[in-house]
């Protein structure tokens, strides 16, 4: 996206306006959610003769990549940059795999794939599901990596201190935090409605206050704001990233009360808001979807494709988020609890700085580790 006019950026900007367009229209039409979006994002993807498709396609990427050094450490966020610098001739090349569900529209051959659990794993290594008429040979050795869950320095290094004030925040009685984030989509907008209504009571009570980032979808606010009058009277953070990380800064010490809403038009500044206000938040009500992976206690909400399922029970089994909660009842019945009895927010804390101690938040130390050679010190389990 970072090169304008180029066939890369043109073909992910399509592709990602198609996908969004999927992605609202599975919320709004029960049907089509059902019988298309789910078994799509779940076994469509899943497919190895979609990967081809895929690996054919990324050859008309690989332009950006031309004037790069043939060794540079190379790191794709997704398969198709992966794959471009493959046919580019790069030979550092890591594949960061984002999903817990083993899917080919992932795979780059050529490139060495990282994933974050031991789930993934097993099932990319046995290329689990990707021709259901028979079964696949496996990955080569050295070609696929457990590393860890893709987190942030700053994220990671300040686990044991963001921990810790979450924990005093759950005990002293202060108003526990909520971080709605806004997908990239914009999906979900009656769902976060539902929630935001469902939580007034305890935020014109000061027994909770929320944050809501919408992050480059500001017709998301002006349509939730439309929607529930109380809104009128939040603070507004938008098109100011210094102010949006001086509040957030301010937040990590001190009070928040009421409702926060922020965004900004820059997609960068939109999407790292996100991890600006999370160190300050003390529960981040999210999909499944990246966000599953993160060290901040989590409410899971209902995904959008069935791929992102896996995001849920892995933070559910690490036990720093919720199981999935797929129906508005049973989001608002998990407030309830979360706001009778906070100390669950301590327990996922707690949980938190004990899968910190064995290096569940490193990957992306180690992605990198990798994409410089480093084969030996990358991996956590295979």
Not at 161 to 187: E, H, M, N
Not at 266 to 276: G, M, Q
Not at 282 to 289: I, Y
Not at 364 to 370: C, P, T
């Amino acid at each position: 996206m970072g090169f304008p006019g180029t066939a890369a950026t043109k073909l992910v900007a399509q592709q990602n306006e198609l996908y969004s367009l999927g992605s609202r229209l599975s919320q709004k039409i029960w049907l089509f959610n059902k019988l298309v979006w789910e078994p799509m994002n779940s076994e469509g993807f899943r497919k190895l003769t979609y990967n081809a498709a895929d690996q054919k396609a990324s050859e008309l990427m690989v332009a950006p990549y031309r004037d790069l050094p043939a060794d540079i450490p190379f790191i794709g966020t997704h398969a198709w940059p992966a794959q471009a610098a493959v046919h580019a001739g790069l030979t550092n090349v890591v594949d960061a795999i984002p999903d817990n569900w083993p899917m080919a529209l992932h795979l780059a051959e050529g490139a060495v794939h990282a994933v974050q659990t031991p789930s993934a794993y097993l099932g990319y290594k046995a290329l689990r599901g990707m021709d259901k008429k028979r079964t696949l040979n496996p990955m080569p050795e050295g070609s696929l990596y457990c590393t860890g869950h893709y987190i942030d320095h700053e994220l990671v290094v300040n686990i044991p201190f963001d921990c810790l004030k979450r924990i005093d925040r759950a005990l002293d009685g202060s108003p526990t935090r909520y971080l709605l984030s806004v997908g990239g989509a914009g999906a979900q907008q009656d769902l976060f409605q539902g929630i935001i209504e469902h939580m007034l009571p305890f935020i014109d009570a000061d027994q909770a206050a929320l944050f809501v980032n919408v992050g480059d979808h500001a017709d998301v606010w002006e349509s939730l704001k439309a929607r529930i009058p109380q809104l009128a009277n939040a603070t507004e953070h938008f098109d100011d990233f210094g102010e949006i990380q001086a509040y957030a800064e301010s937040a990590l010490e001190g009070e928040a009360h009421g409702i926060h809403a922020f965004g900004s038009s820059d997609i960068f500044a939109a999407v790292y808001s996100t991890n600006l206000l999370m160190r300050a938040c003390d529960l981040l009500v999210t999909k499944p979807s990246e966000l599953a992976f993160y060290p901040v206690p989590k409410l899971m909400i209902k995904r959008v494709g069935g791929h992102e399922a896996w995001g849920a029970i892995r933070a559910a089994e690490v036990g720093d988020g919720t199981y999935e909660l797929e129906t508005l009842q049973e989001i608002c019945g998990m407030i309830d609890l979360v706001q009778a009895e906070p100390a669950i927010i301590a327990d996922m804390c707690d949980n938190i700085v004990a899968a910190d101690a064995v290096g569940t938040y490193d990957g992306a130390y180690r992605v990198v580790q990798l994409a410089c050679g480093d084969d030996a010190g990358a991996a956590i389990a295979e």
